[in-house]
């Protein structure tokens, strides 16, 4: 099925973070909130519109990456003329990292900034295993292992600028280009003598562009944050090795609407001296697009099979919420929490489905100054998944599956950020 939910939703929630010597919060750090408090250098990400407040260059490098991930899935699938007994799905292995290296410095009447970051993760790699057992009229019994090994590859270009519209506003423009190259490459095996694998890539660009805005009050701050589209242009390709043929698939070039407008506001205010506290809410509206479903099958004779489906995405809400506090002039921490929830829906000629997602992060981060220009950061991400998925297919045999997710996932970060 093509139901990108995880995907889109990773597309959404992946946390970069930054620090700048004169910012008294960070948002990525409380929830990963992205309209209020600049961050220097990693405001190329977030809202533009803080460029505009940067008052010097700034230069910024920070690595995270996941270190401890479980996924528990519980699968049930029903096909006609055969009778599953028991799946069992497992994770092998996962190692993902991210990272952000920005730098921005002033010009005109605001601050332009410069970044490489990741959409999703910069570079994934995951293996994962599903065992099916179960028979056929005669009786006979069969044992099916399914093994497929994920490489994918992130990287997004940002270049934005921010400047300053009165004494206290400020608004800003932003750009953001995302090569990206998936390939995963499954083995099937099965105990009544047929085995067979496979490839499936999928490449190509994503762009996004995004218009900020950002109102400036004494320790108050309101950010808005508007991306009128999200434009995908991707290829597929699928080739597999039969024991008596090899057969491939190339698709076309196929522009879509990956993602539909997104608004996002947020606003932050200090409550003490030392304390502050911030939270956003984010929206995004309904998208639909058609994506090609590739099927590889030795059912009844080995075969490429592809058909063209229509994926809709009902709207995506969002709720971030956190909060900051200097214990002495050098040091303060800071912790939040996200909320996000979202349904889509796809149907094709032989086939139709529905995901639900939920998904809960809480944010733990560390800022240290070793003087007026140089900060560490430090940030843990503990991250909670619900994923509920139905589809239906009507192929060489009718196949209803229902599949419940659970996942957890821990990022560990560190970095610096230096004002030059």
């Not at 701050?221 to 190339?250: H, M, N, W």
């Not at 944010?363 to 560490?376: D, E, K, M, R, W």
Request: hydrophobic residues 35%; negative net charge.
């Amino acid at each position: 099925m093509g139901l990108p939910v995880k995907k889109l939703l990773i597309v959404i929630c992946v946390l970069s973070f930054s620090v700048h010597a004169s910012a008294q919060i960070h948002g990525t750090a409380m929830g990963g909130i992205s309209t209020v408090t600049s961050e220097g250098a990693i405001d190329t990400t977030r809202n533009p519109a803080l460029l505009g407040t940067v008052p010097a260059a700034t230069t910024s490098f920070y690595l995270m990456g996941n270190t401890y991930h479980n996924e528990d899935t519980n699968p049930e699938f029903h096909a006609s003329s055969i009778d599953i007994s028991s799946v069992e799905q497992s994770n092998d292995y996962y190692y993902a990292f991210s990272l952000f290296a920005g730098y921005t410095k002033q010009i005109a009447n605001g601050a332009i900034g410069y970044s490489l970051s990741s959409k999703e993760n910069l570079y994934l790699r995951k293996k994962d295993i599903q065992k099916i057992n179960g028979s056929m009229p005669g009786p006979i019994y069969f044992e099916g292992t399914e093994t497929t090994t994920t490489n994918d590859i992130n990287p997004t270009l940002n270049i934005a600028y921010g400047w300053k519209i009165s004494d206290n506003n400020y608004a800003g423009i932003q750009l953001a280009t995302t090569p990206f190259f998936s390939n995963k490459k499954t083995d099937k095996n099965n105990s009544l003598g047929t085995s067979y694998s496979y490839t499936k890539q999928e490449y190509g660009v994503i762009i996004q562009p995004s218009l900020g805005f950002l109102l400036t009050n004494n320790d108050s701050q309101v950010g808005l944050r508007l991306a009128p589209s999200t434009i995908k242009c991707v290829k597929k390709k699928a080739e597999a090795d039969f024991s008596a043929t090899d057969l491939s698939y190339s698709d076309t070039w196929d522009i879509q609407q990956y993602e539909g407008p997104q608004i996002v506001a947020g606003g932050y205010t200090k409550i003490l001296p030392q304390t502050g506290i911030a939270i956003e809410f984010g929206l995004l509206l309904p998208s639909s697009y058609t994506n090609t479903d590739i099927n590889v099958t030795d059912n009844p004779l080995p075969a490429i099979n592809h058909s063209s489906i229509t994926i809709h995405n009902d709207p995506i809400i969002n709720a971030k919420a956190g909060i900051q506090h200097s214990f002495t002039e050098k040091f303060e921490c800071i912790t939040g929490a996200s909320f996000f929830h979202f349904i889509n829906t796809s149907d094709g000629s032989t086939s139709h489905g529905n995901g639900t997602f939920n998904l809960v992060l809480l944010t733990f981060g560390s800022n240290y100054s070793l003087s007026p220009a140089v900060i560490l950061s430090t940030i843990i991400i503990l991250t909670r998944g619900a994923f509920e998925m139905y589809y239906h297919v009507e192929d060489t045999l009718s196949l209803d599956a229902k599949i419940k997710t659970n996942s957890w996932n821990v990022t560990v970060g560190a970095g610096v950020s230096y004002r030059l």
